[in-house]
């Protein structure tokens, strides 16, 4: 079973559930499964206040900074951090609720425009804002990085883009967050490349068509 290879690996898995019913996150929550990812806000202010309070909601979409507030009061983990900008109002709006939310940087791995995410000039560009301002953002915590592969049956060019993200992740751990034992994410893979990530250092995969079928639109 996928969860226990993944468990064996030290792998988290995050079952993304974007798309599909209550009820379906109900039944793997009932099979211990804790960790739901989410890539519409609206979707998961409708789900999350008739699901279990324990479960540990992921962010995992592009989240437009006037859109934090609604997820801000129970949000886990926020996977797609692209600037500055919403950095500062996930941490404006986690303050409110008097609470800390994780979040993961996202990196433009992918030779598609329409994926998001920062190159590594970008992320160093946000660091050296964080560095500057990291009193006055008390309320966030940076895990680790996130991204997505580009859709091909190229194995080759899938690791490659995987290994990119992994070496920046290295990096940052490296020097940015030196004995920060936080910083411990490299969010990567999905149903059909999450071998592939694993082999490649991910330390968190997020699945969706794998545990809960096709979906009936594209998301
Ligand atoms: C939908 C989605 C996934 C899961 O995709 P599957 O191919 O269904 O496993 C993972 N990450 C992100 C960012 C997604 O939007």
């Known amino acids: 079973m996928l969860t226990e290879e993944l468990t064996a690996k030290g792998v988290t898995l995050v079952a993304v559930s974007k798309t599909k019913p209550a009820s379906d996150i109900q ?20 789900k999350q206040p008739v699901l279990p309070a324990d479960i540990r909601w992921h962010y995992i979409g592009h989240l437009q900074s006037n859109k934090v507030k609604y997820i801000a009061p129970y949000v886990y983990l926020i996977h797609a951090v692209d600037s500055f900008k919403l950095l500062e109002e996930i941490n404006r709006q986690a303050a409110k609720h008097n609470r800390t939310i994780k979040v993961l940087l996202q990196l433009h791995i992918a030779d598609e425009e329409t994926k998001h995410g920062m190159d590594e000039r970008g992320i160093t ?24 592969a580009t859709f091909t049956d190229d194995e080759a060019q899938v690791r490659a883009e995987f290994a990119r993200l992994n070496n920046c992740f290295k990096h940052m751990k490296a020097s940015y967050f030196i004995g920060k034992s936080h910083f411990d994410t490299c969010s990567m893979g999905m149903s059909g ?5 694993i082999e490649e250092g991910s330390t968190m995969v997020r699945i969706g068509s794998m545990l809960f079928g096709a979906r009936n639109y594209p998301a």
């Not at 039944?27 to 409708?46: I, S």
């Not at 660091?127 to 996130?146: F, H, P, T, V, W």
């Open 193 to 197: 490349d999450y071998h592939i990530a």
């Open 27 to 46: 039944d793997l929550y009932n099979l211990g499964q804790r960790d739901f990812g989410e890539n519409y806000v609206q979707e998961l202010v409708e």
């Open 125 to 148: 560009e946000l660091m050296e804002y964080y560095e500057a301002q990291k009193d006055s953002l008390q309320n966030i915590e940076i895990c680790g990085l996130m991204g997505m």
